[in-house]
């Protein structure tokens, strides 16, 4: 039992016109959509953000992007700043996606800086780590969880840091439907909550959610989030249908 409250968001990667994100959310907002005791955020592509956020206007669900630039404007052909995803309403962002990383080279000293531009922005970061199955097997998973970490919360200061949510996404369980075992990811769970303690002090590091991200499904998230420090999830494939995406919420009203 702890007093952050739980939150899922979707990630929905690159799926869904703009008007299939229409008639998801509508089924998300009529299933959950007046609950309170669980955040509840999706993050649809670009292309969608404006006829999701209208569908979930008035309801408590949350409108996050899955990307940005840390510039606020500029000759930056194919890329959204922070201001314009403010423009459309959006409160969330996740940054330093593993897909990202690996598939479009983004750096720790980059996701930094899209980190601050989202804050100074008032959107709330949702910042991704994780290992890949190599680093796991080679005995790295907390090293490289340590520096991804801390290099992409450089320079956040303790005000700022409540506002930041991290997601843990093991990259070897993301799509795979290998999920990490309740031991595997409360490890790293309570690792990232011993590092946010050691740099921003007790208080603080209570009040940051951490997600667990990677095949998280109906079936295994009552187990993953009845852990101490899994705050929540970040889901890829289960947030595409409503039904999946809302027994997920319920499963996270229900472990509170
Ligand atoms: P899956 O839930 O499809 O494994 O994706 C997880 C993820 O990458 C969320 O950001």
Same mark, same amino acid.
């Given at each position: ?15 869904? =016109? ?46 996050? &992007? ?8 500029? &000759? ?30 983004? =750096? ?42 801390? %290099? ?23 799509? =795979?439907?290998?999920?990490? =075992? ?55 494939? %289960? ?18």
């Amino acid at each position: 039992m702890s007093s952050r409250k739980k939150l899922i968001a979707g990630n929905w990667k690159m799926n869904k =016109t703009s008007a299939e994100a229409t008639a998801l959310v509508t089924d998300v907002v009529t299933a959950v959509g007046k609950l309170t005791d669980v955040d509840i955020v999706v993050c649809p592509p670009f292309t969608a953000l404006e006829s999701a956020g209208k569908a979930l206007a008035d309801s408590n669900i949350r409108l996050g &992007a899955q990307n940005m630039h840390p510039e606020a404007t500029g &000759a930056y052909t194919g890329e959204i700043s922070a201001g314009m995803l403010r423009a459309l309403f959006a409160t969330y962002v996740i940054l330093g996606h593993s897909e990202r990383r690996a598939l479009f080279a983004e =750096t720790d000293a980059f996701i930094n800086q899209k980190v601050h531009a989202a804050l100074k922005n008032q959107l709330k970061p949702i910042l991704c780590v994780g290992e890949s199955l190599a680093e796991r097997e080679g005995g790295s998973t907390l090293k490289v969880v340590q520096t991804q970490l801390e %290099a992409g919360l450089e320079g956040v200061g303790k005000d700022q840091v409540s506002s930041v949510v991290i997601a843990y996404e093991p990259v070897w369980a993301i799509g =795979t439907g290998k999920v990490a =075992t309740t031991d595997q990811a409360q490890e790293v769970h309570a690792f990232i909550r011993g590092l946010l303690t050691k740099n921003f002090g007790e208080a603080i590091a209570q009040k940051v959610r951490i997600l667990y991200g990677g095949s998280m499904k109906p079936a295994n998230a009552p187990d993953l989030l009845a852990q101490k420090d899994i705050d929540g999830g970040l889901i890829g494939g %289960a947030s595409l249908e409503a039904r999946s995406f809302v027994e997920l919420v319920n499963a996270a009203a229900a472990a509170k």
